[in-house]
């Protein structure tokens, strides 16, 4: 084995195997995706509606709480400080 693969706990494998699983997609693609690495193919449009809502709603977690954007927010609301 690799003495990079042997600093990972088998438990930690086993849940980025699971969460790989949950995608639909292979660990080595999961991490590639985690990581931001480029590859040639759009992994994200392979993903079904349900794939990538499932990506959406752990992107989202933890933010209930937080309050709504204004009702007039804009495009100057975010460059308020650009010219």
């Known amino acids: 084995m690799s003495p990079v693969f042997e600093q990972v706990r088998p438990e930690t494998a086993k849940l980025l195997a699971d969460r790989a699983r949950a995608q639909g997609l292979s660990v080595d693609t999961y991490l590639?995706?985690?990581?931001?690495?480029?590859?040639?193919?759009?992994?994200?449009?392979?993903?079904?509606?349900?794939?990538?809502?499932?990506?959406?709603?752990?992107?989202?977690?933890g933010t209930e709480d937080l309050p709504p954007l204004p009702d007039r927010f804009s495009r100057a609301d975010i460059y308020c400080d650009h010219d």
Do not use: R, V, W, Y
């Open 32 to 61: 590639t995706f985690l990581l931001g690495i480029s590859t040639q193919e759009n992994l994200l449009a392979k993903l079904s509606e349900e794939e990538f809502e499932l990506i959406l709603e752990e992107f989202a977690d």
